[in-house]
C-alpha cells in the first residue's frame, strides 16, 4: 500500500489490499475501495456535497487516471478504468468493466451495466439507462430535457451493444434498441429498431446493421461487432458470442 | 479565512471576509476577491499574461470548483458558480449570478449579462455579447471567424432568454433574438427572429416557440421558458415572469 | 533554471538550457527536454506505460500549460506550444511549431507537420497524418475506425492548408486535399478536391475556395488563407507565400 504524504484522505475511508494513490489526490468520508486499486495525482474521489450519506464505493482492480473527479453516492463494480480528467456527480450506478475516457462527464442519478466502454468525451446526462456491453465513441450527448430549461427529465435509455459513432446526439426519452449502430453526427430523434444502422440529423434508419460489411477484406458482417470484435473481453464472454454466431 | 498552506498567493491579491482557499491553489497579483468565496483545490486565478494590468474581479458568494483556470483581466459579478475545470482567458465582463459548466472555456473580450448559465462543455468564441438569463447547453460553439483563419472577427450576439440546446454552433456575426429556442445540433447561420425555434443543419425557422407543449401533461407552453421554469431565480425576477404572463 | 520543490522529477530526465518547472509536475524517465521550455502547474510529463521505452523529447522553446498530460514516446519539434489540460498519448511525431488548444486530446500514433494549429477541444484519432500549416478549429474529431468498435483502422490524411472549421467530423480513411476548407459541422466522407469548400452533413463540395471573399471590405479572396493571414508566421515563411500570389 503506497500513500503518496501530499494526499489527503479522510479517516474513515476503507480500502482494501494493495493500494496506489498518487500525489494531491483527495479522497472523501464515506468512500469505500476494493483491492488492487489505483488513484493518480490530483484526483478527487468521494466529494461530498451534503445532500445524502450515500457512500462511493469503487471495485476492487480498478485504475483512475489523474485529475479525474467522482463525487459521493455512487457505486461502480470491478475492473473500472477511468481516462484522466473524468467527471463523474452522485447517483451513479454502474457494474463491473466500465471505462470512462479522459474529459468525459457523467452528470449523476444513471444506470449503467456491465463492460459498457466510454470513449474520450462523452457526456451522460442525468437518468440515462446504459444497458450492457454498449460502445459510446466521442463527443456523443445522451440528453434528458425536452424543453431545455426544465425541470421535467425524460432519460434516454441504451439497450445492450449499441454502439454510438462519434459527435452524435441522442434526445430525451429515446430509446436504442439492442445492436444499433448510430452513424457519426447523428441526432437520434425517433426510437430505434433493433439491429439497425441510424443515421443523418435527424437519423433515419439506412439499413439493418448486418449488411455493413468489415472492410479489412474478408467481406464478413462488421454488425453485431460481437461477431469479430473481442478484445479485452473476458474468455467465457466471447465463447458465447462465438456460440450465437457459430463461429 | 482558511487558506490552505500549499496554495500560492500573491501578497496583493485583495479579499473580503469568509475565504476557502484549496490545496494547490495560485493566485496571481491583480487579484480582488469578495466576501464569501470558496476556491477549491487546484484553481489558478488570476493568471498574468502582461498584456495590460487590469485586475481580475470576482464577485461575493462565490464558487469556483477544483482545476479550474481564470486569467487576469476580467470581472465577474456576486454569486459566480463555476464546474471543475473551466477556463476563462482575459477580457470578460460578466454580470451577477453567472454559472459556468464544468469543462467549459470561455476564450475572453467577450460581455455576459446576468443570469446567464452555461452547462458542460461550452465554448464561447471571442467578441461574444450574451444577454440577460440565457441557458447555453453542452458542447454549444459560439464562433467569431468567417472565414478561418483570420484576424477579422465577426463575435455573436445572444439576446435575452435565449435557450441553445447542446451541440449548436452559432456562425459568426450572428444575431440570436430574445426568447430564441434553438434545437439540438443546430448550425445557426441565419439571424433568428424573436420568439422562434430553429433547428437543423442549416437552422431553419419552425415554429413559434410557444408553440411547443410542455410533456408534463399540463398542455401549458414551454417557451417562454419563463412561463414555468423558476428554480434558483430571485423571487422578484420570478414575480416579473409571473405577471408578465398573467400567472 | 528553475524547479519548484514539489515538483517530482526523474534522475534520468535531460535538460538544456533556462527550465522553468511548475508546481506539482512530474516528469517521468526517458525524456529529454530541450532549451528555453516552461511546464507550468501540475503538468504530467513522459507518462511511462510500459510498452516500449521509447523517449518523449520536448523540442526548445516550448511552453506547456498547466494541467497538460503527455504520454512517454512521442517527439515535438521546436517551439510547441499547448493549452491547459491537453491530453497526448505515446506514438506522436510532430515537427516544429506546433500548437494545441485548451483540452486537446491527441489519441497517439499519428504524424503530425510544421506550423500545425490546433484549436481548443480538437480531437486527434490514432493514425491520423496531419501535412503542414493546417488549422483544426475546436470540436474538430478525426476519426479512425470505419465500423466501430473494430481492429481494423483507417487514419484521416490532412493535407497542407486545410482548414477544418469547427464541430467537424472527417471519417475514416478521408483524404483531405491542399488547400481544402471544410466548413463548420461537417461530416467529411469522401475525399475532396484540392483548394475546394466542402461542407454538410454529408460535406459536398460547395464552390472552389477562392470564391469566398474576405469579409473586411477588401474584396479579396480569403482562401488559401496564406494569401493574406501572416500571423505568427516567419518572415521567410510569409514571403514565400506572397511571392506564391505575386503579393
Chains 1, 2, 3 share one sequence.
Not at 445492450?160 to 430509446?175: A, C, E, H, K, R
Request: with cysteine.
Amino acid at each position: 500500500m503506497f500513500i503518496h504524504p501530499s494526499a489527503s484522505i479522510d479517516e474513515n475511508v476503507k480500502f482494501g489490499n494493495n493500494i496506489n494513490i498518487g500525489a494531491n489526490v483527495f479522497i472523501g468520508k464515506n468512500t469505500i475501495i476494493g483491492s488492487n486499486v489505483t488513484i493518480q495525482n490530483g484526483c478527487e474521489i468521494g466529494i461530498y456535497v451534503g445532500e445524502n450519506d450515500a457512500p462511493l464505493i469503487i471495485g476492487n482492480n480498478s485504475l483512475i487516471r489523474s485529475q479525474s473527479i467522482i463525487y459521493s453516492g455512487s457505486s461502480f463494480g470491478d475492473n473500472l478504468i477511468t481516462g484522466h480528467r473524468v467527471t463523474v456527480r452522485e447517483g451513479v450506478k454502474a457494474g463491473d468493466n466500465l471505462q470512462i475516457g479522459t474529459l468525459t462527464d457523467i452528470q449523476g442519478n444513471c444506470f449503467i451495466g456491465d463492460f459498457v466502454r466510454m470513449h474520450s468525451n462523452v457526456h451522460i446526462g442525468k437518468y440515462s439507462t446504459i444497458g450492457n456491453f454498449v460502445w459510446i465513441f466521442p463527443y456523443v450527448v445522451l440528453t434528458n430535457d425536452p424543453h431545455p430549461p426544465s425541470d421535467f427529465y425524460m432519460g434516454v435509455s441504451i439497450k445492450d451493444f449499441v454502439s454510438i459513432s462519434t459527435m452524435s446526439v441522442v434526445l430525451p426519452g429515446i430509446i436504442v434498441e439492442k445492436d444499433t449502430l448510430i452513424g457519426a453526427k447523428s441526432l437520434v430523434s425517433r426510437n430505434t429498431r433493433e439491429g439497425t444502422l441510424v443515421a443523418g440529423n435527424p437519423a433515419k434508419e439506412i439499413c439493418l446493421a448486418s449488411k455493413i460489411k468489415l472492410k479489412d477484406g474478408s467481406k464478413k458482417s462488421a454488425y453485431p461487432w460481437r461477431r469479430h470484435f473481442y478484445r479485452g473481453y473476458p474468455v467465457d464472454v466471447v465463447n458465447n458470442w462465438k456460440a450465437e454466431f457459430n463461429i
